[in-house]
């Protein structure tokens, strides 16, 4: 069964940091990777999705990049804002079933 | 707009009693996915459907059921086997189908949240 983890479990940084969010999956054979984004008390809102014959995906100031040999994908934040405090979770996409992470906690202070 | 609703947003539910969450889409996609969420945890995965007429258990089906019998709709009830069901419940979609691989993105609703009094 595919095991998904994230760390760190939280992160708080000064305002205009860039920062790194990590993902590791224990079974390579995955369709894609999804990085989300959660808000208290809210769903998921859908960030990047990266395809398993992808490296990369990029949209406005989030990077994601995806190793499927390692089992490991990054999401990098570039010059972190207050609004973007929030918890990030990945979800792999194994034979029709997403298995997620328990996500970061990101804290980004004025 | 196209999107996926969920009602009710709050429910509360005495011990003993079933209830049923609505999840409804009209992204027009084929697969449809409950998942339940606990504090501090990742989602675990209920149920899921890939085609209309069929669905299949995942990790933590026991004290669960749903349906598919129209594209747009998968309702999840919440029985009274289920022996902690107090939690935050969400409900997605994919435009993968039953036909493999399936690359398609995975969209939430805004989720309801069942506390057992």
């Known amino acids: 069964k595919q095991e998904v983890t994230q760390i760190p479990a939280a992160l708080s940084v000064p305002e205009g940091e860039n920062l790194v969010l990590n993902c590791s999956f224990t079974d390579s054979a995955i369709y894609n990777l999804q990085w989300f984004r959660q808000d208290p008390g809210k769903g998921l809102t859908s960030l990047l999705l990266?395809?398993?014959?992808?490296r990369e995906q990029t949209s406005g100031r989030l990077n994601a990049s995806l190793d499927k040999s390692s089992g490991r994908s990054t999401l990098y934040i570039a010059a972190s804002q207050p609004g973007d405090s929030a918890t990030y979770l990945c979800?792999?996409?194994?034979?029709?079933?997403?298995?997620f992470g328990s996500g970061t906690k990101l804290n980004v202070k004025p | 707009d196209g999107g996926i609703t969920q009602s009710p947003k709050y429910l509360f539910r005495k011990e003993g009693q079933n209830v049923t969450l609505s999840c409804e889409q009209n992204l027009n996609h084929d697969a449809m996915y409950w998942y339940r969420q606990d504090p501090g945890q990742g989602l675990r995965l209920i149920y899921y459907?890939?085609?209309?007429?069929?669905?299949q258990k995942g990790d933590i089906a026991e004290g669960y059921s749903v349906s598919r019998e129209k594209k747009e709709s998968f309702p999840l009830t919440v029985t009274s086997a289920q022996k902690n069901p107090t939690a935050f419940y969400l409900c997605a979609s994919s435009s993968g189908g039953s036909s493999p691989p399936n690359t398609g993105e995975l969209f939430f609703g805004e989720g309801s949240r069942l506390t057992v009094l």
């Open positions: 990266i395809q398993s014959s992808q």
């Open positions: 979800a792999v996409n194994d034979f029709n079933k997403f298995y």
């Open positions: 459907s890939q085609i209309v007429n069929d669905f």
